[in-house]
């Protein structure tokens, strides 16, 4: 299955999404049952175990006839922003700030009963306050922002315990994933907090020997399932690339226990490590991903086409929920299933998108992977410029960063011959960029060391300076 044949698969899903307004079922919404609520049992814990439990595995009549109605997740919205580092294939600023909380946070819009807590409606949660911070901030929000400052107060005040984030404010449940994920929200707002580094070292000290996670720290929680792992793997790699250091080993014994274990001898993705049976289409997506981030982008464009063959219902323009010993599960999840598919097609169509520019590019004598420099005079330029302006915006941007990132370091090494070029690169790149609409602004950026954080505060002004002091480069 080719590239364009996966584009048409993910926009007849994401139209079938817009026309039922991002609003759809969920696999833990069924104490929103009226049925249920009629009958009084919401009032006791065991009773909500149980009829959630049978509303999650039953068949799709069980649910219309619990009469649940749909509901629109604020993490839907953020996975189609961009969150978890994803393709941005719509705006929803303005609908994921109305959802906000008011402690700050956000949370799913239904009550839900684990064997660890109970979660009423729209309460709160590290996860779904996470993932919209991150969305607010791939969309272009700035830090800034009134409603990031106060997602960040609430995970710092409300959620931080003595070395981790717990999952929910009124209780004190550690699970690595929701923890690390806080900790990456709130260094994204605040790059220089004191408890990022910690809740990392924390979430490293929990690594078992042979490189995998439990879920979390309680009794029932220490199974090892793929997109939770996925999860792990790729928040430590993004910290990694922000400058975070002493990362290497878990990242590199994760991922070959991620590999080795949570996938088939076919590479087809498992949710729990080592076990076949259920494949749920959460971890299909979770696992095209975390491919793409480590560089095995064959391996996910396999699982991309697996997934188009075996879990992708043409008639409905719907991913199936997964598949079982009996056949597909037809439950049609909105956030649990769609959102997860249409963001993990993006990142494999983007993906495949940066590697038909790399080949473009490279024909034109540069890498988009590596920072532009251009000699003077260039006898290549006109080939380079043309290429430049046909790449996709994404390896456009991702191009001048890198670019300006190489900049910094050779000037504070000295190297001022190689400066000259990559200055003149940054000069190039903002010329074509503003020919073609892409304004190549500024943003901040942290590094996080060993135990601590650092934020250069002159970083960007040092870009601007290098900009200024050669400005008679010509480029």
């Known amino acids: 299955m080719d590239k364009d044949q996966l584009i048409d698969i993910r926009d007849r899903v994401l139209a079938r999404m817009k026309q039922d307004d991002y609003a759809g079922a969920d696999p833990f919404d069924g104490l929103e049952s009226r049925l249920f609520q009629a009958s009084g049992l919401g ?240 971890a299909v997506a979770q696992s095209m991903a975390s491919l793409c981030r480590f560089g095995d982008v064959a391996g996910a464009i396999k699982i991309a086409n697996w997934a188009a063959a075996h879990l992708f219902d043409a008639k409905r323009d719907v991913f199936y929920a997964g598949i079982g010993r009996f056949g597909p599960d037809q439950q049609n999840y909105m956030r649990w299933t769609q959102s997860w598919m249409v963001w993990a097609l993006s990142i494999v169509i983007e993906k495949t998108a940066m590697s038909d520019a790399s080949a473009t590019a490279k024909n034109a004598m540069f890498d988009p992977e590596k920072p532009l420099s251009f000699s003077h005079p260039d006898p290549d330029r006109t080939a380079k410029e043309a290429a430049l302006a046909v790449l996709s915006e994404t390896v456009f941007r991702n191009l001048y960063a890198l670019t300006r990132m190489e900049a910094t370091r050779v000037k504070a090494s000295g190297e001022m011959d190689r400066l000259y070029g990559l200055i003149r690169g940054m000069k190039t790149l903002q010329r074509i960029g503003g020919q073609r609409g892409i304004i190549l602004g500024a943003k901040r950026v942290g590094f996080l060391t060993g135990a601590e954080i650092v934020t250069p505060s002159d970083f960007d002004s040092m870009a601007h300076d290098e900009i200024a002091e050669m400005f008679d480069v010509k480029d």
């Open 43 to 282: 009032r006791f814990r065991l009773a909500r175990l149980i009829w959630l439990q049978a509303i999650k595995r039953g068949p799709r009549a069980v649910r219309s006839l619990a009469m649940i109605p749909p509901s629109v997740n604020p993490k839907t919205l953020a996975l189609l922003q961009g969150a978890g580092d994803g393709v941005v294939l719509g705006d929803f600023t303005a609908a994921l700030s109305a959802m906000q909380n008011a402690d700050g946070g956000w949370g799913y819009p239904f009550e839900w009963q684990a064997r660890a807590f109970h979660a009423k409606r729209r309460q709160s949660n590290a996860i779904v306050t996470s993932f919209v911070i991150d969305g607010l901030i791939r969309g272009g929000a700035p830090i800034e922002q009134h409603v990031l400052t106060r997602a960040a107060d609430f995970i710092e005040d409300r959620l931080w315990r003595d070395g981790y984030f717990a999952y929910l404010g009124h209780d004190d449940c550690e699970i690595h994933n929701a923890s690390l994920w806080a900790a990456f929200a709130l260094y994204r707002v605040r790059a220089g907090n004191d408890k990022t580094a910690k809740a990392v070292r924390r979430v490293l000290d929990a690594q078992h020997d042979d490189g995998s996670w439990a879920y979390g720290t309680r009794s029932h929680h220490q199974f090892v399932d793929g997109f939770h792992t996925g999860y792990i793997l790729d928040l430590l790699g993004r910290l990694r690339i922000s400058g975070m250091d002493g990362l290497e080993s878990a990242i590199e014994r994760g991922w070959s226990f991620y590999r080795n274990h949570c996938f088939s001898n076919d590479g087809i993705p498992r949710n729990f490590a080592g076990k076949d049976g259920y494949l749920d289409a959460h």
